[in-house]
């Protein structure tokens, strides 16, 4: 059997090549902004040990040199956070570490919600770490994160919470 390519054959065969181009393009784009995939942990932990931001590297040196300014105790904080969603009132739990009010490690107990809400509390859990670990919990305004809006509420609400309880 013999097999003659067109030019107009050889045209639809780039064409299908920019096209796969542009997909995959498009797919690392996706994969870049998070993983929105659905997943519903009841919580998630982070520690910033292994951060290599500027933030948490600042964190870590100001740590070093023993800043006795900060307005908060050093130490591991936790709080619930309420807020309303259409499904009514919902809660999420915040623990943090501080050092030299700096956070430096983040846990979020999303396992008392359910439904519709769980799902857009794993998506927000699955964003929240970088703008908080290594970051001044005064310098903190977070309001939506990888697509959920109102679960920042809560999250705030709960940061609010543990100032207050950690003030030095």
Request: with cysteine; hydrophobic share 35%.
């Amino acid at each position: 059997m013999t097999s003659t390519i067109t030019s107009s054959s050889k045209s639809r065969i780039v064409n299908a090549g920019k096209v796969a181009a542009v997909i995959a393009a498009t797919g690392a784009a996706i994969a870049a902004c998070g993983d929105d995939g659905g997943s519903t942990s009841a919580s998630t932990t982070t520690a910033a040990a292994t951060s290599t931001t500027t933030g948490s590297t600042a964190a870590e040196s100001t740590a070093a040199q023993g800043d006795s300014t900060s307005p908060y105790a050093d130490g591991e904080y936790s709080a619930t956070g309420t807020y309303n969603s259409p499904g009514g009132e919902q809660s999420v739990g915040v623990t943090v570490t501080l050092s030299n009010s700096v956070i430096t490690a983040l846990t979020l107990d999303t396992s008392q919600t359910k439904g519709t809400s769980a799902e857009f509390q794993a998506k927000f859990a699955s964003g929240i770490d970088s703008l908080v670990v290594g970051k001044s919990i005064d310098e903190l305004d977070v309001s939506k994160v990888s697509g959920s809006s109102l679960t920042s509420g809560g999250f705030n609400n709960a940061i609010d919470q543990i100032k207050s309880e950690a003030q030095a």
